[in-house]
């Protein structure tokens, strides 16, 4: 039962260099999303998918791009690091609708130096 | 907009005890699901419970429980016989009726410390 695998786990870059953190899922939920999660913070939205080919940003998409070419998969790209991007990264998946279980990945730790 | 706080960064129980978290959100809507989040030293983010706003009846699963207070806008989390492996933050998490992006709004969590 793999349900949600994020890759890497830690990651380091240096300001202005790109990635893409990988997220994949096996449970067939239509429903992806990216969050990020900042000490003293709640979790904040990135990007969402409600389906393979459909995307929208969340609350904080400024620096980050996504697709969905698969309903496996939802990568977030980092296009062009800063500093303010040092986070940690959730990725999770559900079934459409308020009242389901989110499935989150054990997240990546990354540091913009 | 929404918004969600846990008044208590820093929790701390005596093993086989009970505690309560405490978990107060804004809205305006009356369509909406309450959450409770647990996040271990793993870092992964497990469900605990659930509550559906139109439900009056608190939710329970084992050990944890909680209190709904709809008029106060309350959402407390009672854990009973706290036991070691409850130690971890815990988020209480808001979710719209209405909306399509099915967005959680997080609060900052409390991070619960069980003493053996």
């Known amino acids: 039962n793999a349900g949600v695998t994020q890759t890497p786990k830690f990651q380091v870059l240096k300001t202005g260099q790109s990635m893409t953190l990988q997220c994949a899922q096996d449970m067939n939920h239509e429903y992806m999303s990216w969050y990020r999660q900042d000490p003293g913070m709640g979790l904040r939205l990135i990007h969402y998918s409600v389906g393979a080919g459909i995307t929208d940003q969340g609350e904080v998409p400024n620096g980050y791009n996504v697709s969905r070419s698969t309903t496996e998969d939802f990568p977030l790209r980092l296009l062009s690091a800063a500093p303010s991007q040092t986070s940690v990264y959730f990725c999770?998946?559900?079934?459409?609708?308020?009242?389901?279980?989110?499935?989150f990945g054990q997240g990546t730790r990354l540091t913009v130096v | 907009a929404q918004t969600v706080t846990q008044s208590q960064p820093e929790m701390s129980v005596q093993e086989a005890e009970t505690v309560t978290l405490s978990c107060t959100y804004d809205t305006s809507e009356s369509d909406y699901y309450l959450f409770w989040y647990k996040q271990p030293p793993s870092r992964q983010m497990i469900l605990v419970i659930r509550?559906?706003?139109?439900k009056q009846q608190n939710a329970t699963e084992n050990r944890f429980s909680v209190n709904f207070q709809k008029a106060a806008k309350s959402f407390s989390l009672k854990i009973s016989d706290s036991q070691l492996g409850d130690a971890a933050m815990y988020f209480c998490a808001y979710r719209s009726g209405g909306d399509s992006n099915y967005q959680l709004i997080w609060g900052a969590g409390t991070k619960l410390i069980i003493k053996p």
């Open positions: 509550q559906e706003a139109y």
């Open positions: 999770a998946s559900s079934h459409p609708g308020p009242n389901t279980e989110a499935f």
